[in-house]
């Protein structure tokens, strides 16, 4: 009842497994390694392709060969956070000192600075520096929310259930404990 189905083993996929990720990882210097593993793979792949032209030319063909399109792989996403924010008021103070956020109020009048330009206009980083110097941020204190969610868009119209596609978490630094968590872009 159990088993194998007809014509089919375990070795294709083995295979697979030995041609796709253990050759992809031994390849790498083993220090982010997914990066690389993803690089040397399209690289392979470049290469098969071009041998491919290359052996349907010297053939003599001259009609171009069937391309087929790969589906999209972008994922469009929507931000979700929660209603309410995970602490009310934080002074910009705090926030520098607690949370690291080390040039937060620069980096806050220089997108202030950005945002208020008009539509399709391009300005130096000088320029953009300048107009930052200008703004007056009129506040002290900001909510803060600890937990921001990105969830995967139904691009195909499936009526599929958002998923969790990448989530970030920001607390400030308790003395004595240590926890790393990195976001990856």
């Known amino acids: 009842m159990f088993g194998t189905t007809d014509n089919y083993n375990t070795e294709y996929t083995e295979r697979l497994h030995i ?3 253990k050759d992809a990882y031994h390849s790498t210097n083993h ?4 990066a690389q593993m993803t ?6 792949e470049k290469v098969f392709h071009h041998e491919k032209y290359i052996q349907w030319r010297l053939i003599g063909n001259t009609a171009r060969p069937h391309q087929p399109r790969p589906p999209e792989m972008t994922f469009r996403r929507t931000q979700t956070m929660t209603k309410h924010p995970t602490v009310k008021a934080v002074t910009t103070d ?3 000192n607690e949370y690291g956020a080390t040039h ?3 980096s806050l009048t220089r997108y202030v600075a950005k945002v208020t330009l008009p539509a399709n206009t ?3 980083a000088r320029q953009l520096e300048d107009r930052a110097a200008d703004i007056h941020i009129p506040f002290r204190t900001l909510p803060v929310f600890h937990k921001v969610k990105w969830l995967s868009a139904d691009v195909r119209g499936h009526d599929d259930s958002p998923v969790t596609v990448d989530s970030v978490h920001a607390r400030p630094g308790q003395s004595g404990t240590f926890a790393f968590d990195s976001v990856a872009p």
């Open 19 to 21: 041609d796709l990720a």
């Open 104 to 106: 937060f109020n620069e």
């Open 31 to 34: 220090k982010n390694e997914f």
């Open 94 to 96: 705090r926030v520098v």
């Open 39 to 44: 690089t040397w793979l399209e690289r392979r």
């Open 122 to 124: 391009t300005i130096t």
